[in-house]
């Protein structure tokens, strides 16, 4: 199956504080689906508690199972998550 790519924002629900205790195996977790070339991009919001990631994989599901393994999500700290899928017409990711 063709592999699709998702954007997915974060709305952490956490204080800096506990998020700062988890952030090293999150990661960890991401630097791993980086290397996997799962996660092509990711990073926080600079004017807001959440993350921006993008990602490759088949179906929004997929996604969702996935990132249900972040540990930020397993400690509850993720108040909102949105997966959409995306076309990225122009850039390093773009079919053409």
């Known amino acids: 199956k063709i592999m699709a790519i998702f954007a997915v924002t974060y709305a952490y629900s956490a204080s800096e504080a506990e998020l700062a205790e ?5 990661r960890t977790f991401f ?8 996660l092509l991009a990711s990073g ?4 807001r ?18 990132l249900d393994q972040d540990p930020f999500d397993i ?18 990711w773009s079919a053409s």
């Open 49 to 66: 508690p959440g993350a921006l990631l993008i990602v490759r994989a088949e179906s929004v599901e997929e996604v969702a199972e996935l």
């Open 22 to 26: 988890i952030r090293p195996t999150h």
């Open 44 to 47: 926080p919001m600079v004017d």
């Open 75 to 92: 400690a509850g700290y993720i108040g909102e998550r949105a997966i959409a899928e995306w076309n990225p017409i122009f850039g390093p």
């Open 31 to 38: 630097k791993d689906l980086l290397e996997k070339q799962i």
